[in-house]
């Protein structure tokens, strides 16, 4: 297969992925300013989940649907992934996330300084270490479900898209009181350059680039079959 369609594949899951995680909030916000319920917390970690299994299953035979700078580093760390491969696809997904960012900043502009177009905060009293903390935890438990599932060929793949959304929307509702519940630089990152809101912004690279690359290391440790 050739590698543009692997990093085209990224940019469209990328874009997806942010566009429905982050406007499920503009969204939230929306109706709530109209006097209605909103999405809510659940809501929002529905929206996010659904799309990850949705894109997963309508890319990974592409490029493997990593859609998110922290899985393609600890693909590349556990030398899973050329370097240049990986800076492809990270690159890819900066792109569509950036795109998916300047959607929303068209389609929900009263979202812009309020929500900051879903982009993800800490919130009020919530310390920037806790912040990195959090979104290592649950990158962790995201990255470790992708090597389980995706990754290691004695896994039923048929059932990877469920069990990696479930995580992702598992993460979403514990994480999102917290910092947002985000897993994943590029959600963070393409509402941030559209709405110029980079409030600690380095706390949704540490923390999930962290998770990843341990999650990688220890499942290469502990479980990957020693064989292959």
Known sequence: MKAY????????????LVFIAAGSVCADFYLRQAGGQGLGLLGISIAFGVVVIAVIYATSYVSGSHVN????????????????????YIISQI???TLAGLALKTLFPDALKTVYLGTCMLSPGVSIGRGILMEFIITFLLVFTIYGT???KRASAGFAGIAVGLVVLFGVMIGGTISG???NPARVFGPAIASGQFTHHYVWWI??????IVAGFVYDQLFADVRK
């Open 207 to 212: 923390g999930p680039i962290l998770g990843g």
């Open 5 to 16: 369609k692997k990093y085209l594949a990224e940019f469209v899951g990328t874009f997806a």
């Open 95 to 97: 792109a569509g996330a």
């Open 181 to 183: 519940g985000a897993m």
């Open 69 to 88: 700078p922290a899985v393609t580093i600890s693909f590349w760390i556990s030398k899973r992934m050329e370097p240049n491969t990986a800076i492809m």
């Open 150 to 152: 995706l990754v290691d």
